[in-house]
């Protein structure tokens, strides 16, 4: 999340990474995985700058700079541009001084894998949003943020997933002007305990289950033109957590509370020929608390304005990134 606000809008990384491959990838599988590509991960990441290293984390996050076959140009792990900048170029001199034998991929791993990835779960037919979660503007003084840098202006991206027969759920089963219906709970679960946490600075857990104090979504048929039924949505929720979380400097746990509270307001049109969505938009506004390890809060705890955007995502491949909180859908 820094990284993207910090380093990669850099106008000499982004001339320096025009020579690049770039890919991304999930690191937690990927350091310690056994299938071909974690052990090829492995074999780079053992070569960078968190080679061997086991105390204070076994984490190998950071940029990699290697050859198809895994040779090692330079890595480093580090939100400073002009830091990122210098090492994409000793990659880059590195790469230079290869021979051509040394530039092609050895014999080995051909790329293809019978590891199944969470994308192949991809909800084709279903209903698929882009999540986008940013502060909100602060009363009085404070002003969007603490201080004036990238946070003042932070934001993230993520992705629900509902199946098809779970999209179908938010609509009423009459289509008939005025009728309602309330999202079924797996659906409602998913929207708010999953979704509606702190990742505006970073990466943060789902609420669990129970610090779900309440949740409602409540759809109504608002207009009927020949197939396409036109939805108003509404609804709350409010969820807290109390917990003990490393989110200070010194890596010691604090105990806190962390929780959202607010409102829902939107509108969605179903086609009852395709039995999709073609529009849906929702907003999410209220206010969060408290902070876990990884989501930068560590001197931001108290109650301040956040706000969700729901809305449909397109079909094209780079976004059919797998959700951050997939592992709480049960598929």
Same mark, same amino acid.
């Given at each position: ?7 990669? #809008? ?23 995985g056994?299938? #071909? @590509? ?20 076994s ?13 090692? =140009?330079?890595?480093?792990?580090? $939100?400073d ?106 659906? =409602?679960d ?8 702190d ?10 289950? @129970?610090?779900? &104090? ?10 009927v ?10 609804? &709350? ?14 890596g ?28 849906? &938009? ?12 990884? $989501? ?6 108290? #109650?301040? #304005?956040?706000?969700?955007?729901? &809305? ?20």
């Open positions: 999340m820094t990284a993207r606000r910090a380093v990669f #809008p850099d106008a000499k990384v982004r001339a320096l990474l025009q020579r690049f491959v770039p890919a991304a990838d999930e690191v937690g599988r990927l350091q310690r056994k299938d #071909p @590509e974690s052990l090829l991960f492995q074999k780079v990441a053992e070569q960078g700058h968190y080679a061997g290293r086991s105390v204070p984390t984490t190998r996050q950071g940029l990699y700079a290697t050859t198809a076959d895994g040779r090692m =140009l330079a890595s480093i792990n580090h $939100n541009p002009a830091r990122v900048a210098a090492m994409l170029e000793k990659a880059l001199a590195a790469w230079d001084a290869l021979t051509e034998a040394e530039r092609a991929t050895q014999a080995g791993w051909d790329g293809t894998t019978d590891r199944q990835r969470l994308e192949g779960r991809y909800p084709q037919d279903g209903l698929v949003l882009r999540v986008t979660t940013r502060d909100l503007e602060r009363p009085g003084a404070a002003g969007a943020a603490p201080r004036d840098d990238w946070r003042s202006k932070a934001w993230n991206l993520d992705y629900l997933w509902f199946r098809s027969e779970e999209a179908a759920t938010f609509v009423p089963e009459k289509r008939a002007l005025g009728a309602t219906r309330t999202l079924a709970p797996a659906a =409602l998913r929207l708010t305990r999953v979704q509606l946490v990742n505006v600075r970073g990466q943060t857990y789902p609420a669990p289950k @129970e610090s779900l &104090e309440r949740a409602r979504l409540t759809t109504t048929v608002a207009s033109k020949g197939t396409r039924v036109t939805l108003a949505l509404e609804g &709350e929720a409010r969820w807290e957590q109390s917990g003990s979380w490393s989110i200070g400097d010194n010691a746990a604090t105990a806190t509370k962390r929780g959202f509270e607010g409102r829902l307001l939107g509108s969605a049109t179903w086609d009852t020929k395709t039995n999709r969505f073609v529009a849906f &938009e929702l907003l999410a506004v209220g206010t969060r608390w408290g902070a876990t390890q990884y $989501n930068g809060r560590h001197d931001d705890l108290a #109650p301040q #304005p956040i706000g969700y955007l729901f &809305e449909l995502a397109s079909d094209a491949p780079h976004e059919h990134v797998a959700p951050a909180g997939f592992w709480e859908y049960g598929w």
